[in-house]
């Protein structure tokens, strides 16, 4: 009898410990799934966990990016500057040309007319990116030296003919993954609208010569004007600084943006303050976010950038996170 009782007593012992074991069991399951469905996204995409990636509002990245994803291709519109954000700010330790400086290249500027540019550049830039004075007060320095730019360019007589030959002797190099961004977004039929205030025939010819000048890439910019002669005259339509694309973007982008209405979401990439306002035009824009690209003077403009991007990438040369996302996204 005592054997009897022993062996219900350890009957009854299992069963109790199966019944936990699968209490258990169905418990650490219902919490990995619940861990899985509260995973955040910027936790899940390794490029996110980089030290140069800075974020005031990890929520707000949060709730875009998902917003992003559930709109998909579709919904989806790419805008970007150029300059330092398409293309490199520096490789192997020397600054990128830009598609201004690329004109240095060209066989007709002599001694002079570098000696103009680079005096313009020394002096304006400081202006363009101090952190000590405001929008308004840049504003006229910025007129002055497009003004004065175009004034040498148009010294130049430069003719469509030698753009190629430009492009071909600078240095610019298009940040690592640009051209794997380029055919995902031509793949899935994703508009990528390039807005800057470089010079737009340049552009073009950089992106032919390294990759390839989809039709779903448009380019708003400052482009050069042809007389009877063959020579460069002026430029087309009112002329683009860093500081005024809200402004270029209702009278350059107006009729594209309105072609790309219904294209509700935005991801938008720059490294100039001015550029987050270059999707002001899109006035059907539902969820945008505004990735910033800090290429100088870090410590003293980190702040100020994170409180105008979403995401902000210090020294970084790379398209990884955008591509990132866009894998997510399409």
């Not at 051209?179 to 793949?187: I, K, N, Q, S, W």
């Not at 390039?194 to 340049?202: N, T, V």
């Not at 694309?245 to 990439?269: D, P, Q, W, Y």
């Amino acid at each position: 009898m005592q054997s009897s009782g022993a062996g219900g007593l350890r009957f009854k012992l299992g069963s109790s410990l199966g019944v936990v074991s699968l209490v258990v069991l169905a418990a650490s399951l219902f919490l990995s799934r619940r861990r899985r469905r509260m995973e955040r996204i910027i936790d899940v995409i390794s490029e996110f966990k980089q030290g140069r990636v800075h974020m005031k509002n990890p929520d707000h990245v949060e709730h875009v990016i998902n917003q992003l994803i559930k709109g998909g291709k579709s919904k989806l519109q790419v805008v970007s500057d150029w300059d330092a954000t398409l293309t490199k700010h520096c490789h192997n330790d020397v600054l990128v040309d830009t598609s201004y400086s690329i004109l240095e290249g060209c066989e007709q500027m002599d001694p002079s007319h570098k000696k103009a540019y680079n005096d313009l550049r020394e002096y304006y830039q400081t202006i363009e990116y101090s952190p000590d004075m405001t929008k308004e007060e840049k504003l006229p320095y910025m007129i002055e030296w497009w003004d004065s730019a175009h004034k040498v360019l148009l010294e130049l007589k430069v003719k469509p003919s030698d753009i190629p030959d430009m492009v071909s002797h600078s240095n610019v190099v298009l940040r690592s993954g640009c051209e794997t961004m380029l055919e995902v977004l031509h793949g899935c039929h994703v508009p990528l609208v390039i807005f800057s205030a470089g010079l737009g025939d340049i552009i073009k010819e950089v992106v032919r010569q390294h990759s390839t000048l989809y039709n779903n890439i448009k380019v708003i910019s400052n482009h050069l004007e042809y007389g009877e002669e063959g020579y460069c005259t002026g430029f087309k339509g009112v002329t683009i600084h860093s500081l005024n694309k809200n402004e270029a973007a209702l009278t350059h982008g107006n009729g594209l943006f309105e072609e790309l209405s219904h294209r509700t979401n935005v991801i938008l990439m720059g490294d100039h303050l001015g550029d987050v306002h270059m999707a002001d035009g899109l006035h059907s824009v539902q969820n945008i976010l505004k990735i910033g690209y800090l290429n100088r003077e870090i410590q003293r403009n980190l702040q100020e950038y994170m409180d105008n991007f979403d995401v902000v990438l210090v020294e970084d040369e790379t398209l990884d996170l955008p591509n990132a996302l866009l894998q997510k996204i399409l």
